[in-house]
């Protein structure tokens, strides 16, 4: 049984907690999972001091002791994980944001490879798409690998056909989330990623070395000799690429 795990940016059971719900009506009618809701605003989570000693010096050297660890647990025993905030002055909510910056060691020392990531946001007027793309990145940066979200309308009062048109973008976007969860094999990697993972390591080589942490982690898993972050088979034109 898959376990997923929604990551909810609002304090309010309303229409971003009910939006999770439908899915998770949606994804049960496709397989069996276990699914957990963990609404962000229940947990103490300090703002990041820019410190940078979880870059330098690995994660544990935070000087903030609060439930940052406890939502990283979450996100690591889960198959699956759904970000799932409003729009709020055309972003995240800042309970989102703030986990999206506590955690973000993970974009220089990617994790959550073989986890499937989707989102949901929830806006009244426009500016949810750009939150979706800007979601999917950061998804695949931390190593998910992604499907893409859905966008609703709910300023109220929603009317019917709004909410039926709400309903079908659920239910896609449970399909979607639902494919990538089941996938058996990792992705090939896009271009594009893999260009990011060769000047991420072309910039480890050359401004670090064995005393950061950053450094480490790749000397570790063998990333400074490895084709990508975990094995692959490329093609003749996305193997042809030295560090940039």
Same mark, same amino acid.
């Given at each position: 049984?898959?376990?997923?795990?929604?990551?909810?940016?609002?304090?309010?059971?309303?229409?971003?907690?009910?939006?999770?719900?439908?899915?998770?009506?949606?994804?049960?009618?496709?397989?069996?999972?276990?699914?957990?809701?963990?609404?962000?605003?229940?947990?103490?989570?300090?703002?990041?001091?820019?410190?940078?000693?979880?870059?330098?010096?690995?994660?544990?050297?935070?000087?903030?002791?609060?439930?940052?660890?406890?939502?990283?647990?979450?996100?690591?025993?889960?198959?699956?994980?759904?970000?799932? +905030?409003?729009?709020?002055?055309?972003?995240?909510?800042?309970?989102?944001? #703030?986990?999206?910056?506590?955690?973000?060691?993970?974009?220089?020392?990617?994790?959550?490879?073989?986890?499937?990531? +989707?989102?949901?946001?929830?806006?009244?007027?426009?500016?949810?798409?750009?939150?979706?793309?800007?979601?999917?990145?950061?998804?695949? #940066?931390?190593?998910?690998?992604?499907?893409?979200?859905?966008?609703?309308?709910?300023?109220?009062?929603?009317?019917?056909?709004?909410?039926?048109? #709400?309903?079908?973008?659920?239910?896609?976007?449970?399909?979607?989330?639902?494919?990538?969860?089941?996938?058996? +094999?990792?992705?090939?990697?896009?271009?594009?990623?893999?260009?990011?993972?060769?000047?991420?390591?072309?910039?480890?080589?050359?401004?670090?070395?064995?005393?950061?942490?950053?450094?480490?982690?790749?000397?570790?898993?063998?990333?400074?000799?490895?084709?990508?972050?975990?094995?692959?088979?490329?093609?003749?034109?996305?193997?042809?690429?030295?560090?940039?």
């Amino acid at each position: 049984m898959k376990k997923i795990t929604a990551l909810i940016g609002s304090a309010q059971k309303k229409a971003t907690y009910e939006a999770v719900r439908e899915f998770e009506r949606n994804l049960k009618s496709l397989t069996e999972i276990e699914f957990e809701y963990v609404f962000l605003t229940d947990y103490q989570i300090e703002f990041c001091r820019g410190c940078k000693l979880c870059f330098n010096k690995g994660e544990k050297f935070c000087p903030l002791h609060d439930d940052r660890d406890l939502l990283i647990e979450k996100m690591v025993h889960s198959d699956g994980v759904i970000f799932a +905030t409003p729009n709020y002055a055309f972003h995240v909510s800042a309970s989102m944001k #703030n986990l999206l910056d506590r955690t973000a060691f993970f974009l220089h020392r990617p994790y959550f490879f073989g986890k499937a990531f +989707t989102s949901i946001v929830t806006q009244g007027i426009y500016g949810g798409n750009s939150i979706i793309k800007y979601l999917n990145n950061m998804g695949e #940066n931390l190593g998910y690998s992604t499907a893409k979200g859905c966008v609703l309308k709910t300023l109220e009062p929603v009317t019917k056909d709004v909410q039926k048109k #709400n309903s079908l973008e659920i239910k896609k976007a449970a399909a979607r989330f639902n494919k990538v969860l089941m996938r058996q +094999t990792a992705p090939s990697p896009s271009i594009f990623r893999l260009m990011m993972f060769r000047m991420s390591r072309s910039g480890m080589k050359k401004m670090l070395n064995d005393e950061y942490y950053d450094y480490q982690y790749y000397s570790k898993n063998g990333w400074f000799e490895s084709d990508y972050y975990y094995v692959v088979s490329l093609n003749p034109i996305k193997a042809d690429g030295s560090d940039l």
